[in-house]
């Protein structure tokens, strides 16, 4: 059974950081791009960023480029958000997602994310 | 950017109705289209993908059609359990989702 699960939310003051946490079971991670996906407060779906099987690339809305940083690391089967310089306009509860055929076929249970001082 | 608009924003079906949704892409997106539902507090579900491809476990009573920008989610005959908020997505250039439907039972 595939599993994903986010880990390392919380609130966070404006202009800070956090990292986000998935790890996954299920599948072989190593085979599958991987991405984020958040949803604020009873608001629509929206894609944060994707990184390829290898790691070697990576692909961001622009909201977000410049400050954070999606990885992975195969071995341990986790994928990771980097999230610096955090803005109000961040809060919401982030997903954990696999893609295939250009869908996310595999969704974690979210995670919470709230920026404010 | 690719800008996905679905319509309705909201609408309520009866047990048994067909229900379609529309979804329309900015440029054309050659069937690199997705269908979710969500209900309340849960992820999200993906039920096609590919524009017509439905999803291992879906009921066979949800489908999807369309070509170029032009995309519709057909229910051909509504259940309790399809209550719920529908997205589309693109994924020919990089991801964008709709802004969603409501889907409630009347």
């Known amino acids: 059974e ?3 699960v986010e880990s390392g939310g919380g609130l966070v003051q404006p202009g800070r950081s956090m990292k986000l946490s998935c790890a996954a ?3 072989t991670f190593s085979s599958f791009p991987m991405a984020w996906v958040r949803q604020a407060p009873t608001k629509g779906l929206e894609w944060v960023a994707t990184i390829s099987t290898s790691g070697g690339s990576t692909y961001y ?4 480029k410049g400050r954070f940083t999606i990885s992975r690391d195969n071995a341990k089967s986790t994928l990771y958000l980097q999230m610096n310089s955090l803005r ?3 809060t919401a509860t982030y997903y954990c997602t696999r893609e295939e055929l250009g869908g996310f076929d595999y969704w974690g249970q979210g995670v919470m ?3 404010s001082s | 950017d690719i800008q996905m ?3 309705p924003a909201s609408l309520s ?3 048994g109705e067909t229900v379609t949704i529309q979804c329309r892409a900015s440029e054309d997106i050659y069937s690199g289209l997705a269908w979710y539902q969500q209900k309340p507090g849960k992820s999200p579900q993906l039920l096609i993908y590919g524009a017509s491809s439905l999803q291992d476990g879906v009921p066979s009573r949800f489908s999807g059609s369309g070509s170029g920008t032009q995309y519709s989610l057909k229910i051909s005959s509504m259940q309790t359990e399809d209550e719920g908020v529908y997205f589309c997505q693109q994924g ?3 991801r964008t989702f709709g802004g969603g439907t409501k889907l409630e039972l009347k």
């Open chain 1, 25 to 27: 079971s299920g599948f």
């Open chain 2, 92 to 94: 020919l250039k990089y």
């Open chain 2, 13 to 15: 079906a009866s047990l």
């Open chain 1, 88 to 90: 109000s306009e961040d």
């Open chain 1, 113 to 115: 994310v709230t920026v």
């Open chain 1, 61 to 64: 809305r622009d909201s977000v």
């Open chain 2, 5 to 7: 608009t679905q319509s």
């Open chain 1, 2 to 4: 595939v599993q994903l």
